[in-house]
C-alpha cells in the first residue's frame, strides 16, 4: 500500500529553500556599528569646537604662564616680607658690629642683597625660522639647529663664573648656588618661572676679563659656529655700573640620603 502523498493524483508542495549564511553583511553592519560609534565619541569630545587645532595646547601654554607670573608676583611679596622681618630683627638682635658684618659679607656671598658694580650683559635668540646655511660646507638646518638650548645657557653662565664674576642675573632674577638654568623646549624654566627666547644674562665683576673667558670657552666657540653659520642671535655688551636685585626666593636645600 501506497503513502498518499506519492500518489499520482496528489500534487507535492516545493521544499523552502534555505537562507544562506552571508559574512559580508555581518562585516558591512560592524563597520557601520563602529563609525556611528566614532562620530559619537567625536562629537562627545568636542562639544560644538574644531577638535583639529591645537587649543587646547595654547590653553596649557597660557596657564603656565599664569603660573609663572603667580610665582614672580609671591617672590616679590615674599622678599617685601623679609625684608620687614630683617628689619624689626636689627632693631633689637644682641649682635655686635663685628657679627653684623660677618653676617653681611655672607648674605653677600649667598647672593640674596643687591650688588653693585661694573656689568656685561650677554644676549641669546633663536635663528630666523626660514635660515638656510650661510656658508658653504655646511648642511641646511634643521629645528633643532635653530634654537637656544639649556647647554648653551650653561655654556655662558659657566664662563661668566669662571672669568670671576661676582654676581649673575639671568632675565630678571638673580643665580644662587643653588639655582639651576633649565630647558623645556624652546622655554627657559628657572627657579618656578618661565621666560621665552631672547635670554639676557647679566653678571657683575671685571669685564675684560669677563669677556676673554667667554671667548675661551669651547662650547661657546661651538656655539658661534652656529652663530656665523644660522643665524642664532649673540650679543655682549658692557654695561657700566649696574646692579643686581638680590635673590628672594627661597632656599631650601634637598639632598640624597643612603639606602640603609
Not at 188 to 195: K, P, S, W
Not at 210 to 215: D, F, P
Request: hydrophobic share 35%; with cysteine; aromatic share 6%.
Amino acid at each position: 500500500m501506497s503513502n498518499s502523498a506519492d500518489s499520482p493524483g496528489t500534487e507535492s508542495s516545493p521544499a523552502r529553500p534555505r537562507r544562506r549564511f552571508r559574512p559580508v553583511r555581518v562585516l558591512t553592519a560592524a563597520v557601520f556599528a563602529l563609525a556611528g560609534l566614532i562620530f559619537f565619541t567625536s562629537f562627545n569630545t568636542a562639544k560644538g569646537t574644531n577638535i583639529r587645532t591645537d587649543a587646547s595646547l595654547l590653553k596649557l601654554s597660557d596657564l603656565i604662564h599664569e603660573r609663572s607670573r603667580e610665582n614672580g608676583q609671591q617672590e616679590e611679596s615674599n622678599a617685601s616680607l623679609r625684608h620687614d622681618i630683617e628689619s624689626l630683627a636689627e632693631r633689637d638682635d644682641g649682635r655686635s658690629q663685628s657679627e653684623d658684618d660677618e653676617l653681611a659679607a655672607l648674605e653677600e656671598k649667598a647672593g640674596t642683597q643687591k650688588l653693585t658694580g661694573e656689568a656685561i650683559s650677554v644676549t641669546l635668540d633663536d635663528a630666523p625660522p626660514d635660515a638656510t646655511a650661510k656658508l658653504p660646507g655646511y648642511p641646511e638646518p634643521q629645528p633643532d639647529y635653530l634654537v637656544i638650548h639649556q647647554q648653551d645657557l650653561q655654556a655662558v653662565v659657566n664662563a661668566l663664573w669662571q672669568g670671576g664674576a661676582k654676581g649673575i642675573k639671568v632675565m630678571d632674577q638673580r643665580l644662587i648656588s643653588t639655582s639651576a638654568v633649565r630647558c623645556v623646549g624652546n622655554t627657559l624654566i628657572l627657579q618656578g618661572r618661565v621666560y621665552s627666547p631672547p635670554y639676557k644674562i647679566q653678571a657683575v665683576g671685571d669685564p675684560e676679563r669677563l669677556k676673554e673667558t667667554l671667548a675661551a670657552s669651547p662650547a661657546i666657540q661651538n656655539y658661534m659656529v652656529y652663530v656665523n653659520v644660522y643665524g642664532l642671535g649673540w650679543k655682549v655688551e658692557e654695561d657700566g655700573r649696574a646692579t643686581l636685585p638680590g635673590y628672594s626666593g627661597t632656599a631650601d636645600l634637598h639632598y640624597a640620603r643612603p639606602v640603609e
